[in-house]
DNA sequence: GGTCATTTAAAACACTCGTTTTAATTTGTC
DNA sequence: GACAAATTAAAACGAGTGTTTTAAATGACC
């Protein structure tokens, strides 16, 4: 931690910060004081908190999302050249298990995860605009592949379900970070990769169900 | 707005602004203001912002939370003397039909169903406390009577499914109140009765998905 | 070594927030 | 109408926020 520079520092306390209690409750004191850097250092080098907020999804999700894309795509060419449709579990966990299997790439990951799932349903709009901008070619990418595995779905609906879908991994996202409230009597929900691997199973039932 | 007094001016108030804002970005001068009255009126009547918090929630959630349970008693009193298994789809339409028609029931209602879509995964533990304490027993009705439905499914899988369609019907509810961002040669999603007729299909074949 | 741009430090600014205090007003009751 | 309780009004408090300013230190380069 003292090799690094104030910039990296900073980067680092925030996405630690921001992910565990949120962006709008981590003050830029907290975070200055965690990265043993001064005040004014985060508008000196990221021009505001927005601009460290962007600075920190963007250089995480960026990867992510790249890494997604190749497998979708990938997907979707040899499928072109087998002359077949896509298969839709194909596609989902190219979509799914990268972003759970993400939470284990050190610490402060899975924290992470939890930034970016509650980003998509955040109130205010720096969030959510910054989170969108990022995943919205993601998302259209995925959805035009799941029209090709399965085009006998209205368009509406297939929108409609893979909403649910990111809807699902969302909460999952987010609920990774928090301590699960256990009840006597009912166990805990899986974690981990046999979770990636029963919400792939999930989803691609509810996508497939019948019309 | 002239004859009701000022508690509950309060409380619509508040209730419009937490769930249109989010209950953080909403100030108490904000809201006394749109109830016309003065400030120190929400400490009087609530003790504190999150009694009013409190409040708002509890006068619509309590209501609606009655009217699924009773709906999933029913149905599992009726398959007991019926001496057969519950259907996991009346269970489910049970839980996911009175919340998404609720956001007919009047102005505003579609922006408070929004807030507790959010509730579920605020990084900040005064709303979601407030939330989970209120919905805890319902899940856990619901859990149980689908445990009754799909007896053979292994518990820790029926809730990680079950977790799945709380987050889809979480992120559903939040969209709800946000103007849908609209994408050439993408369609828009479902919304009312269709879309929790849909959700049902959806959330029914993934809980009843293959192990 | 001196010069200049980059980076860090410390302090203050301007603002908003929830809450509290004190006083005025309204309301209910005998 | 008078008294007591409940409610509303106005103002200030104290703490916290992101940002800006001004000055000091550091580092690269000729």
Chains 1, 2 share one sequence.
Do not use: W
Not at 12 to 18: D, G, K, P, S, T
Not at 29 to 44: E, K, M
Not at 141 to 160: Q, V
Not at 183 to 189: A, H, L, S
């Amino acid at each position: 931690m003292t090799q690094i520079d104030t910039k990296s520092r900073i980067l680092n306390a925030a996405e630690q910060l921001f992910a565990k209690e949120g962006y709008h409750f981590t003050s830029l004191r907290t975070i200055t004081t965690t990265a043993d850097a001064n005040l004014a250092a985060v508008n000196y080098h990221f021009g505001s908190k927005e601009g460290l907020l962007k600075a920190v999804i963007e250089r995480r999700l960026k990867p992510l999302n790249q890494r997604r894309a190749d497998r979708i795509e990938k997907i979707l060419s040899t499928a072109a050249t087998e002359q077949r449709r896509p298969r839709t579990t194909d596609l989902l966990r190219a979509f799914i298990e990268p972003t759970l299997a993400f939470r284990n790439e050190g610490p402060g990951a899975v924290e992470f995860i939890a930034l970016i799932g509650r980003a998509m349903n955040e109130p205010d709009e720096t969030v959510r605009n910054c989170f969108i901008q990022q995943v919205m070619p993601l998302f259209i990418l995925l959805y035009e592949g799941l029209k090709k595995a399965r085009p006998e779905l209205a368009e509406e609906i297939l929108l409609t379900r893979l909403h649910f879908v990111l809807g699902a991994m969302s909460h999952v996202m987010c609920a990774g970070a928090r301590p699960q409230i256990s009840i006597p009597g009912i166990p805990q929900p899986l974690t981990d990769t046999p979770q990636a691997e029963e919400m792939i199973r999930f989803a691609c039932a509810g996508l497939e169900a019948p019309c």
